[in-house]
């Protein structure tokens, strides 16, 4: 019998990647092309969803075109919970003052609607409760808000259909107005069992989406990897290159499917304390850009800071906390790319491997252990740096989007060495911010005992060594790197009805590659540094309230 293959895409921050994978989760291929990111304005990030489709068809064709269409069983898509704009026709609406009506996307990142969320904050509506408590100004309320009150006649008023980034990939591919639980619930206040609350949206000034049974925002929904409509359209499935009627699963935000393909890996046998375990006791985390920190529970979990609980917004019929930091790569890349010395890295990644350059970051992890004496030294030689990560503001678990970056303890000299201690000092705060977001989620009833890391940090060694030692856990690595992708994979393998459930798709897809322990002679080192980071929080707000003094 002729192989069955699914097709994963993900739409990232910056690029669009597509993979065809087998009944058994294994990678035949990957394709990838970038996509545009415009910033008209400071904190306005925007893009095009033509585009984006259009990039979906290209990646997608290219990873499908060495097997028979009728081999593809079917597909499934993720992307970041970015806000799609379109009129009565299903056309782009611009999303800024410029009017370009091709850029009809804000995107997760844009953070033009910090004003708007504190004021849905200050409301403490019930509904605020599944968010931690806060709404972020990622999230798609203050957005939809914020354009109305900005951009009311060329926009607001000519927006038929406001969708999530994943559920415009899906409807665009089948027709079907149907909506993820994944983006509903975690981004839009949408409650499973009650559907949308009327009064929250009234009592932030949006009553307007009341109108016909909330069609703007959506009116049906159903768990992720619900096949939707009838597959492919005969439209989509030409522009895709793939059969029509091919299964369509419901989407996922793009960390959410990196979950489904990272943690529910059959551990049997790696002598981790979550074996003979139930998945609750498993945190996922998608290491990219910006880090989304994962949890499931059978039973609802309310976590100060920490988005949800979210019920069957990844696993179906089970709770979903998501904790995150807005900038995780983006800082790293940001710390060291600023540096004085950065030219020099450069350089000298390049004369090591004249051909084809070494990785910079690879470069500064051997770097650091020539400084070191052992391979528990590297970690040590951050103990009179301190970073405070939050350069974009804090996701979890303080929900503060006003919070800065903050670093102590700079020399006046800028060499090498300078630089590959900032990047360690870097490290080690984004991890300790992930114990930060583990303590929270523990205070409330979480029962975390194991790490399972995908993303495209998730391949730097170092920083995954230093969230074993900073948090004291195991850390579980994906058998195929691209986890994002074997997740969407799992979607389309849902929507075949080739396995029944999410779960068992989840534990035949998803496999152990590597395991990294912590080293428990560093404990009390990380005891000392988290106790510095904590302070570093109540000194940056102490510094705020003597300067907010008359």
Known sequence: MAEVYYVGVDVGTASVRAALVTRTGLLKGTAEEPISIWEPQSAHYVQSSTEIWETVCTVVKRVTHSVERSQVRGIGFDATCSLVVLDQSFQPVPVNQDGDGQRNVVMWMDHRAEEQAARITNTDHRVLSRVGGVMSPEMQPPKLLWLKENLRESCWNKAAHFFDLPDFLSWNATGSLTRSLCTLVCKWTYCPSEGWDSSFWTSIGL?????????????????????LG?????EAAADLGLEPGTAVGASLIDAHAGGLGVMGADVTGFQLPCEDQPISSRMAMICG???CHMAISEQPLFVPGVWGPCLSAMVPDMWLNEGGQSVTGRLIEHMVKGHAAYTQLQEQARQRCPFTGENIYSYLNSHLSLMANSPSAVDLLGSSLHVWPDFHGNRSPLADPTLKGMVIGLPLSQTLDDLALLYLATLQALALGTLHILESMREAGHDIRTLFL???????????????????????LPDQQEAVL????????CASKDYSTIQEAMGKMAKVGKVVHPDHELQSFYGRKYKVFLRLFAHQREYQTLMNQR
């Open 230 to 234: 009838n597959g492919l359209t005969q």
């Open 454 to 476: 995908c993303g495209g940090l998730s391949k730097n060694s170092l920083f995954v060594q230093i969230h074993a030692n900073a948090t004291g856990l195991p850390v579980v």
């Open 486 to 493: 074997i997740g969407a994979a799992v979607l389309g393998a």
């Open 289 to 291: 850009t910006s880090t």
């Open 207 to 227: 009553e307007d989406l009341l109108e016909n049974n909330f069609s703007r925002i959506g009116s049906v929904t159903c768990p992720p990897g619900c096949p």
